[in-house]
């Protein structure tokens, strides 16, 4: 009982710290929770089970259709931010060169 209480006090001395450390397992606790949290409630609602074939892959096709336009947003937003730092970029060399 005494080392597991060790490495825990160990591990909370680092995240303390350690900024970078600290946030990426707090955005790992949340995604973990979310999970937990979205299983419990699919497996605890009796969402779906009244629908139909059809309407199952009605609700797979819009599932599909979501997934599709949250990855051209991201596209999207990397390439919009891959402009601006070009765009910056040129801009602090103008600026050196006058």
């Known amino acids: ?3 597991l209480l060790f490495i825990l006090i160990i591990v909370v001395a680092l995240l303390v710290m350690i900024p970078g450390l600290r946030e990426r397992a707090t955005e790992g606790l949340k995604n973990l929770t979310d999970v937990w949290i979205i299983d419990l409630l699919r497996g605890t609602s009796r969402f779906g089970a009244d629908l139909t074939d059809e309407g199952r892959a009605e609700q797979r096709r819009w599932s ?3 997934l599709r ?3 051209g947003l991201t596209l999207r937003a990397k390439k919009s931010f ?3 730092a070009v765009s910056d970029q040129r801009g ?3 600026k050196n060169t006058d």
Do not use: A, G, T, Y
């Open 64 to 66: 599909e259709q979501r």
């Open 82 to 84: 891959q402009r601006s």
């Open 92 to 94: 602090k060399d103008e």
């Open 1 to 3: 009982m005494l080392p």
């Open 69 to 71: 336009n949250l990855r």
